[in-house]
């Protein structure tokens, strides 16, 4: 798994550099261990073009993350954990 995030030196539009985690599962642990973390030489207009220059691939699932404003009973998510989130409005109930 990859996670990049820019590195806030610049003003918003300009391009930054990246901090650059890879992580590895461990089955033996059940989760992610990090096996490598490096911050980009180069500005970069976005993180893609970052993970594109160094040749890691990557999927982007930002779009596919579902709202908290949504049902989440597919996820297993109990509404009951959602109530202390500080969020005034509800999860849509069936």
Wanted: no cysteine; aromatic share 14%; charged share 30%.
């Amino acid at each position: 798994m990859v996670v990049w995030n820019f590195i806030f030196d610049a003003a918003h539009y300009e391009p930054h550099k990246y901090t650059i985690k890879i992580y590895g599962w461990d089955s033996s642990k059940n989760n992610f261990d990090l096996k490598n973390e490096f911050v980009t030489e180069n500005k970069f207009a976005d993180g893609e073009s970052a993970l594109k220059h160094y040749k890691l691939p990557y999927k982007n699932y930002r779009s596919e993350i579902i709202s908290t404003e949504v049902d989440l009973s597919t996820l297993g998510i109990e509404s009951r954990f959602l109530k202390h989130t500080g969020s005034k409005k509800k999860p849509i109930s069936k």
